[in-house]
């Protein structure tokens, strides 16, 4: 006796591997046996905070956050070249510390 797979079943399976994060998985419908073992990281998410006292600027440029501006002095606020910005924590314009939380990155995904 052959088991087709419908449409409804690729798609619970599919989403019992997608809901589980890590571990060994087993599940049976009928003749059919799913075995999986995932391991999914977790993305690595990091701050950068301001490296100066001023007011800071949010760049347009793709990979600088901004600036933060002082008199006399402007200084850079680079992301790292394999980051995705999640969020910006100081609004633009706004006066930072130095070591103020300026913005949440996550490392982007190998391609």
Known sequence: ?????????VRTILALLDGWAVG?????HGSLV??????RKEPAISVISSPAVGIFTHAVADHDLGTVDAPLRSTPVAMPSNARL??????NG?????GQPLAVVEAAEDQ
């Open 1 to 9: 006796m052959s088991t087709s797979l419908t449409y409804h079943d």
């Open 24 to 28: 060994r998985i087993h599940f049976r």
């Open 34 to 39: 799913v075995d999986a073992i995932t391991a």
């Open 86 to 91: 999640v969020s910006v924590l100081a609004p």
């Open 94 to 98: 706004q006066f930072v510390e130095y």
